[in-house]
């Protein structure tokens, strides 16, 4: 059996990638990406700690012509990833369920990507706590595992409250902590001999 075959049987649905200092794609330099789905086939995940400039909540809804019920929805707007950046994803907690599909990650998660979830927020009838992303990251076949296995991403057990934190600059350096690890001694060659 290959190295490779070990590492199929990985599944990180629900937990969080975090960037490790040498990720070469500036894409994704010092994100933290919770992990939606992951198969044999691939994975997709939502980055949780990088916002789109100037834009906020209000603006996306006003631009999908979505009226809102009195509140001001000055929340940020999140890049979830290179794919798809017109596509909308919510990232919530798993106290809502969309009448028309709602993917569940984890057990404290759900990711919904149909309109309903972004008119029942602008209603006030949305999930307790939510994030509204813009586009996804994804990994085709092995590449993930391979990323991984080359000390490209650390993983750790996602906290709602660390996901769903207003504190975006420091989600990066509370999910390498969480790890006991002290993100001023992480190299870019954890692993190496």
Known sequence: MSHMS????????????????????TRFARSVILICAHS???????????????????????QMDIKSK?????????FGGPVETARGFVLHSNDYTSRLKTLSVGNAFGMTATLDVLEDIALGE????????????GW???????EIMRNGWLTVEANP????GSDD???????????GIDPLRLSETVGHA
């Open 40 to 62: 044999p086939e691939g994975a997709m995940g939502l980055i949780i700690n990088k916002r789109v400039p100037n834009m906020v909540l209000g603006d996306l809804l006003e």
């Open 161 to 164: 409250d660390l996901v769903f």
């Open 140 to 146: 085709g076949y092995g590449q993930l595992e391979a």
């Open 126 to 137: 949305g999930p307790k706590r939510a994030q509204v992303m813009l586009g996804y990251a």
């Open 6 to 25: 070990d590492v199929k049987t990985l599944n990180l649905t629900g937990d969080l990638l975090v960037a490790m200092p040498g990720m070469s794609d």
């Open 169 to 179: 600059e420091g989600k990066w350096i509370a999910a390498v902590k969480s790890l």
């Open 70 to 78: 009195g509140a001001s929805h000055n929340e940020p707007v999140y």
